[in-house]
Each structure stands twice: as structure tokens, then as C-alpha cells.
């Protein structure tokens, strides 16, 4: 039973490169979250999905892309990355919209 | 935007205490409402929830109170344990499905002393 599944756990990236940021879930949920977590901060929202194709813009979602071509997966790209975008990235996932499932968080560092 | 804030960013409290922590919310139309916990290094946590149409929730020695009027949240921890010092987060949704995502609030930490 593993939840919501981060990939990967840490990663240090350089101004300016690309990476992606991989969240699965084994739940058959239909929606799917990233979030990002500053210093002293809550967790905002980036982009979310409503289901399997389909993607949406959340709070601040400048500067990264996702895509949802299955369900079980929801991928977060930084096309370039800067040092703004150091952060602790979650992902979550629900099937009905509550008892929303979080991941245990990827932890970026770009310098 | 709306937001969901906390009053205080630290609480401490004796092992065995109750522990309360509050939260105002701005957004008068939403429509369900999260606790979570957060340890060092590791994602959310759900305690309890509580849709608007309720006032009172009771979990495992936790209580979550909802007043729409003052639109105000706050989670009730009874004989607090240390394992129990975390940050507490509050979130709200403006309505359950359809995918809405959950506001987050800034946090609570809270400190249990043996």
C-alpha cells in the first residue's frame, strides 16, 4: 500500500537546467496536486488534474509544466530552472475532493 | 486572493495538556475544511476534517470546531503527547469535488515539553 509515491527525493540542479519531478499514486484517484513549500510558508498550490489528459493552472504556476497522460502518474517539468524554484515540492492526490494523500515531498536546490 | 492564516506561529505546552489551534479563514463560501500535521521532512498528515454544514467533528483525541459566523477553525488536542510537535496546518476548500484544490494556511508549530 504505497500511497503517493515521490520521485525523486532530493535533487540539486543548476540555473537554468530541465528536470522532472514524478508522483505516483496506486489509489485510482482522479485528482491530482503539486504543491510547493517555502521556508515558514504553507503549501501553494502550482498545477492540478482533474483526471487523466487533463491539467490546470493553480496558484503559481510560472516557470513549470505537468502532464497527466495516465492516471496513476502526474509529472511537474521545470523547463529552466532558477533559484526561485528552490523549494520542497509535494504532491497529492484524492478521489472525491477530500482526505487528500500527500507525498513525502521532493526537496530542490537550484543554484 | 483568499487565504486561510493561522493566529499563532508557535504554541508550547506540558506533556498532558490540551492543546488548541486556531485558525481564521477568509473565503465565507467554503465548503470543507482539513487539519493536517507536518513532522520535519516529510509530507502532510491528515488528522480531521469537517464539512461547513457541521460545527463539530471528534476523531481520536482530536476535535475540530468550525463558527462560519466568525469564519473561524481551530483543532482541539487532548493530554498532548510529544509525539504530538509538528507543524498543524489548516486548509479549505471552496467546495468538495471537482477537483478544487485546498488553500493552505501558514502553520502552527507546536512544541510538547516532558
Known amino acids: 500500500n504505497a500511497g503517493v509515491t515521490q520521485t525523486p527525493k532530493f535533487r540539486v540542479l543548476k540555473t537554468g537546467q530541465s528536470m522532472t519531478l514524478l508522483c505516483a499514486q496506486d489509489m485510482n484517484h482522479e485528482y491530482m496536486y503539486w504543491y510547493r513549500q517555502d521556508p515558514g510558508m504553507g503549501l501553494r498550490l502550482i498545477h492540478y488534474?482533474?483526471?487523466?489528459?487533463?491539467?490546470a493552472k493553480g496558484e503559481v504556476p510560472d516557470g513549470y509544466n505537468v502532464s497527466r497522460l495516465k492516471k496513476q502518474n502526474f509529472l511537474l517539468g521545470l523547463e529552466s530552472a532558477a533559484p526561485s524554484q528552490t523549494s520542497v515540492y509535494f504532491c497529492?492526490?484524492?478521489?472525491?475532493?477530500?482526505?487528500?494523500?500527500f507525498g513525502s515531498g521532493t526537496r530542490l536546490t537550484v543554484v | 486572493g483568499e487565504s486561510v492564516g493561522l493566529h499563532l506561529p508557535t504554541l508550547s505546552v506540558q506533556e498532558g495538556d490540551n492543546s488548541i489551534i486556531n485558525c481564521a479563514y477568509s473565503n465565507s463560501a467554503s465548503d470543507y475544511f482539513i487539519w493536517y500535521k507536518q513532522e520535519s521532512g516529510k509530507g502532510p498528515q491528515f488528522i480531521i476534517d469537517?464539512?461547513?454544514?457541521?460545527d463539530k467533528r471528534q476523531g481520536q483525541r482530536v476535535t475540530v470546531l468550525l463558527n462560519k459566523t466568525v469564519k473561524h477553525l481551530s483543532l482541539q488536542i487532548a493530554a498532548t503527547q510529544p509525539g504530538d510537535s509538528a507543524v498543524y496546518f489548516c486548509a479549505e476548500s471552496p467546495s468538495m469535488g471537482a477537483g478544487t484544490a485546498l488553500i493552505f494556511g501558514k502553520g502552527t508549530t507546536l512544541s510538547v515539553s516532558s
Open positions: 469537517i464539512r461547513s454544514n457541521m
Open positions: 488534474s482533474v483526471g487523466e489528459g487533463t491539467t
Open positions: 497529492a492526490s484524492t478521489k472525491e475532493g477530500y482526505g487528500y494523500t
